[in-house]
């Protein structure tokens, strides 16, 4: 006759009795998985956390997150490849639609071009940015909050320039200099524009040869109608899903029948180092998690070894009254999976506070190491946990995993137990 | 060999050994026993304390294999079975009582009785009756949903009895089953099998070298040196 389905209870019932006869260590073992879970969810949080404030910052002073050009215009970044050819495009109505294409934030206009400035006798190389004001603040934060006075405005002929330019110039908030670049029409553009603020990264680059006018103003310099834009720059939801939003806003804008072709470049492409580096540290977080819960795996399998050892006797009796040795076996892998729920549910309602506290009131490190400049961003080391499903999810796995793999030496230990001995003391 | 037939005979043996590796001499617990058990004995294999008595009990119930010889069980010879048949074969017709009750002291007396109903996939309403049936006969009722840590040595050693005989075995294996009882439940629990054996015929070997048992016992054999001395009825 062979076992009836329901009665494979009795072997669950079981372990979840066996578990809880030395409530003392299993207390201690769960206690150990818990925390595990804990120190595993929290370093995932922080992790990517500080990656995101790592890519915010490296993306958010100028790049953006997502950046759409004519197919050709990297690498030369020719003035004349411009979105829509020499016809230029409808530019509302690409900002419009790139807008709308879900997982999109923001989006702003963008021209780009590169000359000279001075003032009296001084001048300098710069790289010049023509922006819709009133837009680029949704995108990138260097009109936000200028280190002095403020960011140009629309149709003023007005530039915000990094502090190392201005120091270099020697030029003041409210000053005038000379832009001179070359112009689409074969001249060489010049005009005067007046120095409406500076901003101070602490990227020394940046900070000395990056100048940022209305985008009106850089088109009238370079004599570009203004149908012509090298870039529509854009911020996303979440800066990790910036080429899958890429992709689905190729093929969105294809769908619209624009009648030229764009290219959508996600920060992944255009900060490639920033993005190698998020990848490497997902991998040291992938190890750093695989270590907590190998160590985990000693600890709880000692515990649970220690268990089967005590229970010699027993096991002896089930199997002398007929249970199959694969059955003895299920029920010790049962009380480690048993082990990992509780301690799951434990590890989860310890994590959740700590997670929202990381997240809401985040420790900030700043007073004792200082912003920390890196791989094209300005990083402020705050520990601020980051929400995802993944890493409570991967966790969560990890621990079940953890604690089956606990059991199945015991359970193999269990297994080889002969019940004569055992019954004889052996 | 016996005149009877084979379903009288509910064990058979054929010179069987039981040999330990050991240094700097082997050590025979069993040597050249044959000998066969009838349907409904009620006996008693005594010798002094190395004489193989728990040894041989342990090959005739499966728990341990012979070095030589055959062993069968009403029809079926158990010395040619897998371990896993051994396993079916000790759930289906086998009962053991231990010296040291071995309760699973995580289960209720009713858990520990009905377990091996349970592994035989019998139905929860009939497996409960049956053993609320036997505690009632042997004077358990009441103390179904108790815990072996909150039962007196002599009800133990019932609620492992009712384990042994509820799924109505061929054989009933007990190894000292008297030695950790005072003399009051030692003479309970003698009569709870001697009333088990006359009333469902169910046969039972004690390994012993208790006289309170020998003397209720209607078959005695006596084993010296691991083999047998003698066989009285």
Redesign the interface.
């Known amino acids: ?4 389905r329901d ?1 494979r209870w ?1 072997w669950w019932r ?1 372990a979840w ?2 578990l809880w ?1 030395n409530r003392r260590r299993t207390f201690i073992t769960a206690s150990a998985l818990a925390f595990g879970y804990l120190a595993a969810v929290t370093i995932i949080g922080i992790w990517r956390g500080m990656l995101s404030e790592m890519i915010a910052s490296g993306t958010d002073l100028v790049t953006g997150q997502l950046q759409i050009h004519a197919p050709d215009y990297y690498p030369e970044r020719s003035m004349y490849t411009t979105l829509g050819g020499r016809e230029g495009i409808d530019v509302d109505e690409l900002v419009r639609l790139t807008r709308e294409t879900p997982g999109i934030v923001a989006a702003s206009p963008r021209v780009h071009g590169g000359g000279l400035v001075s003032s009296g006798s001084e001048t300098v190389a710069g790289l010049f940015m023509g922006v819709d004001p009133d837009h680029e603040v949704e995108v990138t934060r260097l009109l936000e909050s200028p280190a002095e006075g403020r960011a140009p405005r629309a149709g003023e002929r007005e530039i915000l320039i990094g502090r190392g330019m201005a120091d270099r110039l020697g030029v003041e908030v409210g000053d005038e200099v000379v832009l001179v670049a070359p112009a689409s029409d074969g001249s060489l553009g010049n005009d005067l524009y007046r120095v409406s603020g500076m901003f101070a990264t602490g990227m020394v680059a940046l900070d000395g040869s990056f100048g940022i006018l209305p985008i009106g103003s850089l088109q009238e310099l370079m004599a570009m109608p203004e149908e012509w834009i090298h870039e529509v720059a854009a911020t996303v939801e979440d800066p990790f899903s910036a080429p899958a939003v890429g992709d689905s806003l190729a093929v969105a804008l294809a769908a619209r029948g624009l009648g030229y072709p764009v290219q959508p470049r996600p920060w992944t492409v255009f900060q490639a180092q920033l993005a190698e580096y998020a990848s490497l540290a997902g991998a040291v977080n992938f190890i750093i998690v695989g270590i907590i819960f190998i160590m985990a795996v000693f600890g709880v399998a000692n515990t649970m070894l220690l268990g089967t050892f005590e229970r010699r ?2 096991f002896a ?9 694969g059955m003895v076996a299920l029920t010790v892998v049962y009380e480690g999976l048993i082990l990992g729920v509780v301690a799951l549910a434990v590890g989860v309602l310890i994590s959740v506070p700590v997670l929202y506290w990381l997240h809401n009131y985040p420790p900030d490190l700043s007073r004792a190491f200082g912003d920390i400049t890196m791989l094209g961003s300005v990083w402020r080391p705050v520990l601020r946990a980051e929400y995802s499903v993944d890493g409570p999810v991967v966790s969560a796995v990890a621990l079940l995993i953890t604690s089956i793999l606990s059991a199945l030496y015991p359970a193999y230990r269990a297994v080889k137990i ?3 001995d055992a ?2 003391d052996l | 060999m016996s005149t009877e037939t084979l379903t009288d005979i509910a064990v058979r043996t054929e010179d069987v050994w039981k040999i330990y590796a050991q240094e700097p001499k082997d050590v025979e617990a069993v040597r050249g026993v044959s000998m066969e058990i009838h349907e409904g004995d009620f006996m008693t294999m005594a010798g002094p304390s190395g004489s193989g008595k ?1 040894t041989l009990l ?1 090959m005739l ?1 499966g ?2 294999r012979p070095t030589r010889g055959r062993i069968w069980v009403r029809d079926l010879e158990i010395t040619a079975l897998s ?2 048949e051994l ?6 017709s ?1 009962g ?1 009582v ?1 010296q ?1 009750f ?1 309760l ?4 209720s007396a009713l858990e520990n009785a009905e ?2 109903l ?4 019998v ?1 929860p309403e009939e497996r409960h009756r049956r053993v609320r049936e036997l505690f009632d006969e042997i004077g358990l009722e009441g103390l179904e949903d108790r815990k072996p840590g909150k039962l007196s040595g002599g009800q133990q050693q019932r609620v492992a009895v009712a ?1 042994a005989v509820v799924g109505q075995p061929t054989l009933v294996l007990a190894d000292e089953p008297t030695a950790n009882l005072d003399s009051h439940s030692s003479a309970a629990l003698l009569d709870t099998m001697e009333r088990l054996n006359r009333e469902h015929g169910t046969t039972f070997l004690f390994s012993t070298h208790d006289p309170r048992v020998v003397e209720r016992a209607r078959r005695r054999v006596s084993l010296v040196d691991g083999q047998i001395e003698s066989d009285e009825r």
Do not use: C
């Open positions: 006759m062979k076992p009836r009665d009795i079981l009795r066996n006869r006797r027993e009796v089930v199997r002398a009254l007929g249970t199959q040795p002969l019940p004569a019954l004889a | 728990t342990n119930g728990l341990t371990n896993k396993a079916r074969l000790r759930l289906e086998i053991f231990f040291a071995n699973l002291p995580v289960l377990f091996s349970v592994l035989r996939g139905p384990r």
